[in-house]
Nanobody
């Protein structure tokens, strides 16, 4: 069973930066895609960024392109989300997710494993 543990959320002013981490365990992730979704209060959960574990190929939501960077450290089984130029509309609970899938399947289909989420609050 895949286990995902997020860390790194917090309160930051607009224009600031945060880095989220997601430590993964329970599987060999060579055929996995992993990434981040977020859910703001009263809104549906939405895709943020994804990375294919072996190749390092990435995919981003349009709303975060150029500001967020997803990466992974294979030796540590950890995925990161570097968030720069944060905006108040980035405020949400950020969830790490994993699925044995291509990037496209990871973004568009169900059946992901989820972490518990970490709160990111951006003040104006």
């Amino acid at each position: 069973q895949v286990q995902l543990v997020e860390s790194g959320g917090g309160l930051v002013q607009a224009g600031g930066s945060l880095r989220l981490s997601c430590a993964a365990s329970g599987r060999t992730f060579s055929s996995y895609a992993m990434g981040w979704f977020r859910q703001a209060l009263g809104k549906e959960r939405e895709f943020v960024a994804a990375i294919r574990w072996t190749s390092g190929s990435t995919n981003y939501a349009d709303s975060v392109k150029g500001r967020f960077t997803i990466s992974r450290d294979i030796s540590k089984n950890t995925v990161y989300l570097q968030m720069n130029s944060l905006k108040p509309e980035d405020t949400a609970v950020y969830y790490c997710a994993a699925k044995e899938a291509t990037l496209w399947q990871f973004v568009t289909t169900t059946g992901r494993s989820w972490g518990q989420g970490t709160q990111v609050t951006v003040s104006s």
